[in-house]
């Protein structure tokens, strides 16, 4: 049989991954960043997640990941090179084991030469459910058989979309490519009972490449259209276009490759399976210029149920996230724009009974549709935060890099893995951005006297023009922090990672990331402000200088953020830099650029004595160029998971004589109208590759948090409650281990 060698191969492990999933993802994977910038040149590189045999050849990515040229934060491509005519390229991918309802897959594929026998396949531990091959110079579906039956042509050089809705209780899939049916109900090719794989492999006999990205495995939900499984200019059989013009396009508003939207001028209809109950809708959409005639409309058996046509000081060429919980059995519903509530218990217009549609009309954009079922709170939900009262005033902030959502992340948990017995999280391995996973850490912050989170802010390097849609790593805040149900017990702000991400020019800051900024997190009541003054940080100065043309462009670029900052009714901005050298000239280069302060991400080292005089020296220096100053500390730096051991940590009693010599030595001795002495920065909070990290955890449990709610915080008796195995299950979802 031509694909016998396919539907032989094993699973590494044995064992399900059994997990508690009713709607969410099961696999959403980018290949983004798997190697880490510091990674020695002559260690392999893992993919994070994924079993892999290169026995064939190898995989390739761009950007190289090799820093500092090949530094950053997205994704161009991802490919599968086979170069043996006697072997292939296989990956795996254990998913939640899956026994019932419907699954979703979606992947895009090219090829740049003809390889047949490749396979893309759902599979359980044994063999193959659903299975998709090339033969002939065609896409194909296995049948039962075992032989090929064609669904399209594959053409040189042209990328395809697929998507296949899976069945477990039928045993039966209909696929789609580029958005046309072309299999509809169609038998298993063997009647698998489970899905837990999914199987990407070139061809046994041939040699090519196979550009792979994304591959994405979700369930639970009515619609789910990111329209990554499209094809461009024409419109998804199983949404109806009824007037004017509706097409999927490329709009490069996010890391590649899901830049794929739907460009409407007219109405365009989705029906789904009538939904009675109480149901969530999100969308993501942007009017190119006139801002009049566009709605968003639910509705059930004909009747218009809600209406979403109007927002206040509405943007053009702005995407705007919107979630509405509608409620037929109250007729109201509940409106979030951009992650902010918009109306409460806004009531319907029609009586219904159920939703069964959503239609979008006018001249806009619109991606990222979602339509799933309300799930209350589980009774076992994270308890409520008690929050520990600040003492005298201090705020502490801590530093964040949200690298840990895997498959759309920096890296990946494989590279942690091996060090799980000082690192592991006690979350587990954590889908960060999970509202329940982000109440946690909430909880674990507010309860240690933790103020604020900076949040390390990235826009992907490859959607420079282009009005924001997707930050990366953004998962903590958009999904997290913005759903969390403990959300307002804490603030939050961002830093603009402006290394390996973040590039612009004055032109898109002016049109993309200042209004995205100040629509997305300024206005939101969550975000960190004095005396209702945003806080900002920017990573780089040297980065920013060079983006903007030199000194003068960086300076004018701060000066347009304030104008803007002020004209959307702020008082004003409190910028900080970053700066961690010690370099007089550094300094005076940033409060030239028009900074109020600056302080430090990390100092590299498990030497207390190191920090304090760093801090020292820092401190004199700002004195010396008039630039404001933040302490900061560091419970330590070792790179040992990003392959480079070159640091440790702080034992407890240190870390908190150090938190003690900052706030009774330090922070008195810095001006007196200084923020420095109020705000202490605290690096960081879950960096596990690059080894700082207070998020407690299997070396560190809640020592570092401890030592600062005593220090910063009333203190006193208090119990730290971790989540069970039951809970964890919940989100560690993404990563199959443990």
């Known amino acids: 049989m031509l694909f016998a060698n396919v539907i032989s191969v094993r699973a590494a492990s044995p064992t399900p991954l059994v997990r508690d999933v009713t709607t969410g993802y099961l696999l959403n994977c980018f290949f983004m960043s798997p190697q880490p910038y510091c990674w020695p040149t002559n260690r392999e590189v893992m993919l994070s997640g994924w079993e892999t045999d290169r026995s064939g050849g190898y995989f390739a990515y761009h950007p190289t990941c090799i820093y500092p040229e090949g530094f950053g934060f997205h994704t161009d491509w991802f490919k599968l090179v086979d170069t043996n005519r006697h072997g292939a390229i296989t990956l795996k991918h254990q998913i939640a084991r899956q026994t019932e309802g419907r699954l979703t897959l979606e992947f895009r594929f090219m090829f740049p030469a003809r390889m047949d026998g490749a396979c893309w396949q759902l599979r359980d531990l044994e063999q193959a459910g659903v299975s998709l091959i090339t033969a ?59 899905i837990d794989y999914f199987l990407a492999k070139t061809g046994d006999a041939a040699t090519g490449e196979m550009f792979l990205n994304p591959v994405n495995i979700h369930k639970g939900y009515a619609v789910n259209e990111s329209f990554v499984a499209c094809g461009t ?72 149920a809600f209406v979403l046509d109007t927002l206040k ?59 799933y079922p309300w799930r209350d709170w589980p009774s076992d939900y994270v308890p409520e935060p008690k929050p520990a009262v600040a003492k005298d005033g201090y705020i502490p902030g801590v530093q964040s890099c949200n690298l840990w959502r895997e498959g759309t992340s920096y890296a990946g948990w494989d590279y942690v893995y091996p060090y799980r017995d000082k690192r592991k999280p006690y979350l587990g391995w954590y889908d960060e951005g999970n509202p329940e996973e982000t109440d946690w850490e909430i909880k674990w912050q507010v309860e240690h006297g933790i103020a604020f989170e900076q949040h390390c802010w990235y826009r992907p390097n490859n959607a420079i023009n282009h009005p924001i849609k997707d930050g990366v790593l953004d998962q903590s805040i958009i999904k997290g922090l913005f759903n969390a149900r403990y ?59 060079r983006m903007f043309g030199g000194a003068e462009g960086g300076r004018a670029a701060i000066r347009l953020l304030r104008e803007e900052v002020f004209r959307a009714g702020f008082p004003g901005l409190i910028l900080m830099m970053e700066e961690r050298s010690g370099d007089e000239n550094a300094l005076r280069a940033i409060k030239a650029l028009g900074a109020d302060y600056c302080y430090s991400y990390t100092w590299f080292s498990q030497d207390p004595k190191f920090q304090y005089d760093r801090m020292t020296r820092e401190r004199e ?63 960081n909070w879950c960096e596990f590759g690059e080894g700082h990290f207070m998020l407690p955890n299997a070396s560190g449990g809640f020592g570092y948090l401890d030592a600062l709610r005593d220090v910063f915080a009333q203190g006193g008796p208090h119990q730290d409650v971790v989540p069970t195995e039951r809970q964890k299950r919940r989100f560690t979802v993404l990563y199959p281990k443990d």
């Open 487 to 545: 959300s307002s017990l804490k603030k939050f702000t961002i830093m603009c990672t402006d290394d390996g991400a973040c590039e612009s020019n004055p032109e898109d800051f002016k049109d993309n990331i200042i209004p995205y900024w100040i629509e997305y997190f300024f206005k939101d009541p969550r975000y960190f402000k004095i005396d209702g003054k945003p806080v900002l940080s920017i990573y780089h100065y040297a980065n920013w200088i």
């Open 233 to 304: 200019g024409e419109m998804p059989d199983d949404w109806t276009a009824e007037s004017g013009t509706a097409r999927v396009e490329q709009f490069e508003c996010g890391t590649k490759l899901d830049i794929f939207s739907l460009r409407l001028n007219g109405l365009a209809i989705k029906r789904f399976a009538p939904m009675k109950n109480k149901t969530v809708i999100e969308c993501r959409f942007l009017l190119p210029a006139k801002k009049e005639g566009w709605r968003v409309e639910l509705s059930g058996r004909g009747k218009t």
């Open 621 to 683: 220096l700002c004195r010396a160029v008039g630039l404001g100053l933040l302490p900061s500390i560091s419970m330590g730096w070792d790179r040992e998971a990003w392959g480079v051991h070159d640091g440790g940590w702080l034992s407890f009693p240190d870390y908190k004589n150090l938190a003690l010599w900052t706030r009774d030595e330090y922070m008195p001795s810095l001006p007196a109208d200084s923020l420095g002495r109020r705000i202490v920065m605290l690096a």
């Open 136 to 194: 002939d110079g065609n896409l194909c579906m296995e049948a039962r058989n075992g032989k090929p039956v064609p669904l399209a042509p594959v053409r040189d050089g042209r990328e395809y979309g697929v998507k296949v809705v899976a069945d477990l209780a039928a045993k039966t899939a209909s696929v789609f490519v580029d958005g046309a049916l072309k299999a509809s109900s169609a038998p298993f090719a063997h009647p698998v009972r489970t």
């Open 313 to 371: 000081d509405c943007r053009s060429n702005l995407w705007y996230m919107a979630k509405i919980i509608a409620d037929p059995a109250t007729g109201t519903a509940d409106v979030f724009i951009n992650g902010k509530p918009a109306a409460k218990g806004a009531s319907f217009r029609n009586k219904v009974r159920m939703l069964d549609m959503i239609r979008f009309a006018g001249d806009l954009w619109v991606d990222d549709v979602l339509v």
